[in-house]
């Protein structure tokens, strides 16, 4: 194929793209605009990833933001939804496994998350990167996260191990505040304070910060005070997890990315030699 063959090529499938993402947000701007609790809603493509498994189809992400009539409040929504190009349905399954595309579909992972701050374990440049999303408070998560870390801190150079604190404020209130004085700690220079994390034995519903703190200091035999939590630092560390978090639009915990995939098994680092 000619150089100008293959860009010529290219700008048709950009077009077509544009086009097909253009019908896509339209549609779906015109459905949810007609809610009568709607003032005015804006949507948008903002990844778009094609399905292995199913040839023609691809996973849109979309975002909504809408604001309402009554109270004139934001809301913003992430939604994906499936098309071939004719058909648009927010659900896909396959009739012989009962397999949910949505579980094998994910935002892409961006070089740009995997941050220096959140290297807890390994080498950067290790062979494999895994990603975990978790709350301390989690009852799966106390079981599985620091059993995963343990067995792949020992490979060092075959894992590197980002954490990204997820507190689940509705479920469990606590972890808000344990999660921002574990920040702190590592702040002040502490190692291993992820795993040890999991050790702080407190009620999920408590909002104390006073008795949140008392059994984080127990744990990690330290100092650290209310004051700590209120820090910029810690501030800037928990927003962005949480803003990256959201852009992958992580909702549940554990949630594991394994070299920039979504894991649903979440076992992935097991099976690789």
């Known amino acids: ?9 290219l700008l048709s499938s ?51 933001d809408a604001i309402l009539k009554k109270d004139k409040r934001q809301v913003v929504q992430k939604q994906v939804w499936f098309s071939d190009g004719k058909v648009l349905s927010k659900e896909l399954y396959d009739l012989n496994s009962g397999q949910d595309m949505r579980d094998l579909v994910s ?16 080498n950067a440049n290790a062979k494999h990167k895994v990603a975990i999303f978790s709350d301390p408070l989690c009852p799966f998560c106390k079981v599985f996260v620091p059993e995963a870390i343990n067995e792949m801190r020992k490979q060092p150079n075959k894992f590197a191990i980002y954490y990204y ?4 404020p ?20 502490r190692k291993n304070v992820v795993l ?25 035999n330290s100092n650290i005070r209310m004051y700590d939590l209120m820090q910029k630092d810690v501030v800037k560390h928990i927003k962005s997890d949480l803003t990256i978090a959201d852009e ?8 594991i990315f394994f070299d920039g995939k979504i894991d649903k098994t979440k076992n992935k680092y097991k099976a690789v030699k």
């Open 107 to 122: 935002v892409p992972f961006k070089d740009e998350y995997y941050k220096k701050e959140n290297l807890i374990y390994g």
């Open 196 to 220: 040890d994390l999991y050790k702080v034995e407190v009620d999920p519903k408590e909002k104390s910060v006073e008795k949140i703190l008392e059994a984080f200091n127990k744990v990690m």
């Open 14 to 64: 950009l077009v077509e793209a544009s086009s097909s993402n253009e019908k896509i947000e339209g549609f779906l701007k015109k459905t949810y605009g007609a809610n009568p609790n709607i003032k005015s809603i804006n949507v948008k493509i903002t990844n778009k990833v094609e399905i292995q498994e199913r040839n023609g189809w691809d996973a849109y992400f979309i975002e909504l």
């Open 1 to 9: 194929m000619s150089k100008l063959l293959a860009i010529t090529v």
């Open 165 to 168: 604190h997820f507190p689940l």
């Open 248 to 255: 992958l639009m992580v909702q549940g915990t554990p949630t």
């Open 170 to 189: 509705s479920l469990h209130p606590a972890a808000v505040e344990l999660v921002n004085a574990a920040v702190a700690l590592e702040l002040k220079g």
